[in-house]
């Protein structure tokens, strides 16, 4: 496989490390990436999910961590004995760990374990300082206008043609 250097990209910026990082994550492979499989869902505007198949884990074996712009899911296997003689042995329980990248604002609101679903909300939490807001247009006057009409004795404009 080939590898890309994306240093000529990030040579004139300052504080774009997180973003240089995204880029060579996503460009390397990994063959365990496969493993649990995983749903992303976008349940409204500001709200998702991830599930994910983690069967043959309890609670007890998950651990959900959210660090800054990132969530990392890990599983530990469990050391069971086993109780009489496979002849085939599909169900992993080897450990893993899913790490995703969370874009600005995004919280981890809940997690669930259900019928081997591990269920994983996410909010938009957008703060009030960065949301838009609607200045107000003042005129000359110091009264405040909604809307700015033309008087009726004003000329029309009209565009000629060529």
């Known amino acids: 496989m080939r590898s890309y250097d994306l240093s000529p990209l990030f040579r004139s910026t300052v504080g774009f490390d997180r ?8 460009t390397t492979g990994d063959e365990a990436a496969s493993y649990p499989p995983y749903n992303i869902e976008k349940l409204s505007e500001d709200s998702y999910r991830i599930t994910m198949a983690v069967a043959g884990f309890g609670l007890d074996d998950l651990n959900i961590t959210a660090h800054q712009n990132s969530l990392t899911v890990t599983g530990k ?50 703060p009030e300082a960065m949301k838009p807001r609607s200045i107000p247009i ?5 009264s405040e206008t909604v809307q700015v009409e ?3 004795s004003a000329p029309a404009l009209t565009q000629q043609a060529a």
């Open 150 to 152: 033309a008087p009726a």
């Open 138 to 142: 003042v005129t000359a006057a110091g």
């Open 19 to 26: 973003l240089s990082r995204l880029l060579e994550t996503a």
């Open 77 to 126: 296997a469990k050391k069971d004995e086993p109780t009489g003689q496979f002849l085939y042995r599909g169900i992993a329980g080897r450990a893993f760990e899913r790490r995703f990248q969370l874009a600005d604002f995004i919280k981890v609101t809940s997690a669930s374990l259900q019928n081997g679903l591990l269920h994983i909300e996410l909010a938009r939490e957008v």
